[in-house]
């Protein structure tokens, strides 16, 4: 299958990748009959779990996703030019694999021909330099091998051992375009023209109108009919629907230009954008929404292409980039990134920025807003809110609380935790449901009662509300907020204040009466009152003020450390010290602890134990049955050094387990 | 509110303490307004506010000390619903317009009518027509804001968080109206009715930075 796949795909991808542009329906037309042509079934049952990738595909077959699917409507949407679709059921890598079920009865609407194809079929998707460079701007054009990975329903499918590529079978293309023009609404920005379409002839004939055509398909299923037949003739026919059908698309795509973007912003390490069901725009962390709309309905429609067939786009890959689809109805998630991140902490801190918007909204209103109105434009509900979400990106990209899935507690002798802890429940009021003394990004105590507990991640959405939306100058705040691990459906009512002049030790009170705000600025008022008369305050300062450090432990090269227990879900971790001086030095060690936490945890083959060593430092990291823990040393420790030295310092954070986490107490 | 400079600690004794509410559009100047009262300070880019903040600042007129509980509310649309709870049992409100924004000062108008349908009768009223500093792109002539407050009763200024013109002086004002007596607001708030007396006292007032 490897040959015929790759020969299909040069002919879309192999020219000079050229702004993007819209993809050919006409191709994608073609493309989809091809795949359908193959006995549908069997194929399908295959495929299901494959992800292919396009390198192994002859070299010319640069960037193109394949997407095996029954769903014709995948090729459409992207309009990029999904020219090529084979259906290899065995191809060894083959592009993308959509584990899409039977197309269903959508298709047999469209011509005769593409019915028969589109049930069991597999596509094949080639998103060209276009995509690319429309989703990355132009740092596509090197891509050699690109990788979608479709979820089946229910499996993630990454790559399995059995990939299937699809052929172009000219007869089964064309089903699956038909389809592709049912889904109306994509901005068809994107189809970079295919440029010298050397390969296909078909491609390249198409191109020209292509750009145009793949809105006008998108709208209407006719097109599809008329593309069933052989390639050339779905090619034809489809320039000449373009022709008929200009189209608003055609605007986007001027919009998606890649001149239009200003020059950083394709230099930007990752892109996390949130749009609706519908497409709108809603967030994006660089650049502003509105001068990237073309861009949103790109991804919209890759994101409905497969799940008209009831799965999920989980991730694209291309040699640069990963892109990562996450769908938490009504919102859409995406993050572009060219950081050494795995897919599945990529989707983690989609999540928490999904998370970020229930947490203002509550996931309750955010589907009932949209419910009846799907072209809501949900900006008008997140005026001054845009800064959260980059505060919680920030988050998930720098602490290693997030890496971890649990909470850093600030280091303190036991005796003065449980005095801040005392003085809490002490002047508790009946309404109060949790109270927490935070430092920045860390733990001071948390007072909650006997039944609820607090999950790291609603603590790490609080740190950053606190944080982002610093009350320093500006009094306390009180603002209806939601835990969405606590309950998605309703609202909290948080009340934040800084409680030190000197140091950001901030008091966060929550209720679930909202009439109590008297009442929280009064228990807030008592516990500073009390904790001014018992110095505590001073106390706190005091520590902040020497800091946690790996020099502490005595342990030799040892240069920082992160130890988990999974127990407690608490971490405790040194402050950075040299040769960690910099910003980008810490994220440059984080990105490694990010890199041996995926290797452990993620890797097919079960390990307890990894290291990574380059000229810089050796970073090793150690899973226990109740803990985990990453260490960094100088690059020339050796192995059985670092090991003995690891075994110490677990030691040693035994017996100082005390000062780092919150045992106990603090439950009323 | 962990040590907030007052200005006048020394009169704590005779301190009355009032809840006052800033409500308005978003946007139109709020919390600038608030800290510059507050802390004497302006930033260019103010946070949007969340929800609402809580302040407070003394001031000391005709030798009494008023303490203002200041509510900071949002002026995003989401937050509307929570309004009431800080109005409710407020003395006083500063109703926010900018007055190089059209629809800023309309949604003025309707908090007006909410107070007057919801809050507490003798509830004293201020509003501010804010970003005077703009004037040269204003939509909202003086004389309109003028005309509207008196027509309602209400001490009008135009103010400027950015150069601090009259920004003490709309609390200042509201300070003079607000019941001097200790006992509970309920029963001054009829005597205080003082409004009417106000606009006599403040009639020159609504000029607003002429009169500073």
């Known amino acids: 299958m490897g040959d015929e796949d790759t020969t299909s795909v040069r002919s879309t991808t192999n020219g000079t990748i050229p702004a993007p542009s819209s993809c050919l329906p006409e191709e994608a037309i073609e493309a989809r009959s091809s795949s359908t042509t193959p006995t549908p079934h069997d194929q399908v049952t295959e495929n299901l779990p494959s992800t292919s990738r396009l390198q192994d595909l002859e070299p010319q077959s640069r960037s193109r996703l394949c997407a095996e699917s029954a769903s014709d409507h995948f090729v459409s949407r992207p309009r990029s030019n999904a020219s090529d679709y084979a259906s290899n059921p065995r191809s060894p890598r083959a592009s993308i694999d959509l584990g899409l079920k039977e197309c269903s009865g959508e298709s047999s609407q469209n011509g005769g021909e593409s019915s028969h194809n589109a049930t069991p079929a597999k596509l094949n998707l080639d998103i060209d330099s276009e995509l690319a460079k429309s989703l990355l701007n132009g740092s596509l054009t090197s891509v050699d091998e690109v990788e979608l990975v479709v979820e089946d329903n229910e499996d993630l499918i990454m790559e399995s051992p059995s990939v299937h590529q699809k052929e172009f079978s ?22 970079a023209s295919s440029g010298a379409g050397s390969g296909g002839s078909v491609v390249s004939e198409l191109e020209p109108g292509a750009m145009v055509e793949p809105v006008g398909r998108t709208s209407s299923g006719r097109d599809l009919q008329l593309v069933t037949p052989g390639d050339t003739v779905s090619d034809d026919e489809g320039s000449e629907t373009v022709s008929e059908v200009p189209l608003p698309v055609e605007d986007d795509s001027e919009e998606l230009g890649a001149q239009e973007y200003p020059p950083e912003w394709y230099t930007k390490q990752k892109h996390v954008f949130i749009f609706s069901e519908a497409g709108k725009p809603i967030y994006s962390r660089h650049g502003k929404e509105e001068n990237i ?7 919209q429609a890759l994101l409905s292409c497969v799940q008209d067939n009831s799965d999920d786009l989980n991730c694209i890959r291309s040699s640069d980039r990963l892109f990562v689809f ?37 996931q309750s209103h955010l589907a009932r807003l949209f419910k009846n109105r799907h072209n809501y434009d949900l900006r008008r509900q997140l005026t001054g809110l845009p800064k959260f979400f980059n505060g919680i ?34 002047n508790r009021c009946p309404e109060l449901v949790f109270a927490i003394v935070l430092y920045e990004r860390q733990i001071i105590s948390v007072v909650r009662p006997k039944q609820y507990a607090i999950t790291p991640q609603d603590l790490h959405l609080l740190m950053n509300y606190v944080q982002t939306g610093s009350t320093r100058g500006h009094g306390e705040k009180w603002a209806p907020c939601c835990l969405p691990d606590f309950n998605d459906g309703g609202y909290l009512y948080i009340h934040d204040s800084y409680i030190s002049e000197t140091v950001n030790v901030s008091l966060v009170l929550i209720t679930n009466e909202r009439e109590q705000h008297i009442t929280m600025i009064n228990c807030k008022q008592r516990i500073v009152e009390q904790m001014v008369a018992q110095k505590t305050m001073d106390k706190l300062e005091e520590i902040i003020s020497t800091p946690f450090l790996s020099s502490d432990t005595k342990i030799p090269h ?48 079960k390990m307890s134990i990894y290291y990574d060593i380059d000229s810089r430092e050796s970073v090793v990291g150690y899973l226990m049955s109740s803990s985990e823990i990453y260490c960094t040393f100088s690059p020339f420790v050796t192995r059985p050094v670092a090991l003995n030295n690891i075994d110490k310092l677990l030691k040693w954070i035994r017996r100082e387990e005390n000062r780092f986490f919150i045992l106990g107490s603090g439950v009323y | 509110m962990s040590g907030r400079p007052r200005q006048n600690g020394p009169a704590q004794a005779k301190a009355l303490q009032f809840k006052l509410v800033l409500l308005g559009e978003s946007a139109v100047g709020k919390s600038s307004l608030v800290l510059r009262f507050v802390k004497g300070q302006f930033h260019e880019y103010q946070e949007t506010t969340i929800g609402a903040a809580f302040l407070t600042q003394t001031v000391t007129v005709d030798g009494v000390t008023v303490k203002f509980e200041i509510w900071d509310t949002a002026g995003q649309e989401r937050y509307h619903s929570l309004a009431p709870m800080y109005y409710r049992g407020a003395q006083a409100a500063i109703i926010v317009y900018d007055i190089t924004n059209r629809d800023t000062f309309e949604r003025a108008k309707s908090w007006v009518k909410e107070l007057d349908r919801q809050a507490r009768k003798d509830i004293v009223i201020a509003l501010a027509g804010n970003k005077f500093d703009l004037s040269n792109k204003r939509m909202v002539e003086v ?19 950015k150069t601090g013109d009259n920004v003490s002086n709309v609390f200042v004002e509201i300070a003079k109206m607000l019941p001097k007596v200790e006992p509970k607001p309920n029963n001054n708030g009829q005597t205080v009715r003082i409004d009417d007396n106000q606009e006599a006292q403040n009639g020159g007032g609504p000029g607003c930075c002429s009169k500073n």
């Open chain 1, 170 to 191: 000219p007869e089964a293309s064309s089903e699956l375009s038909a389809e592709f023009a049912g889904e109306t609404g994509v901005p068809g920005e994107e189809g």
């Open chain 1, 293 to 299: 709309v073309g861009l949103y309905g790109v991804m």
């Open chain 1, 326 to 362: 996450r769908c938490h109805p009504p919102l859409m998630l995406v993050a572009v990134s060219d950081t050494t991140e795995c897919e599945e902490q990529i989707a983690r801190q989609l999540k928490y920025v999904h998370h970020q918007a229930v947490f203002f909204l509550t």
């Open chain 1, 393 to 426: 990106i920030e988050f998930v990209e720098e602490e290693h609380s997030f890496l971890l899935e649990s909470v850093q507690c600030l280091p303190m002798p036991q005796s003065l935790r449980n005095e801040v802890t005392a003085t809490l429940l002490s």
């Open chain 1, 558 to 605: 040892l240069r920082h450390f992160v130890y988990k227990s999974k127990s407690s879900q608490q971490l405790v971790s040194p402050e950075y010290t040299v040769p960690y001086n910099s910003d980008e030095d810490r994220r440059s060690l984080h990105t490694k602890y990010c890199h041996v936490y995926d290797k452990l945890h993620h890797s097919d083959q």
């Open chain 2, 143 to 161: 004389e309109e804001g003028s005309a509207y407050a008196q027509e309602h009763n209400l001490i009008f200024m135009e103010t400027s968080a």
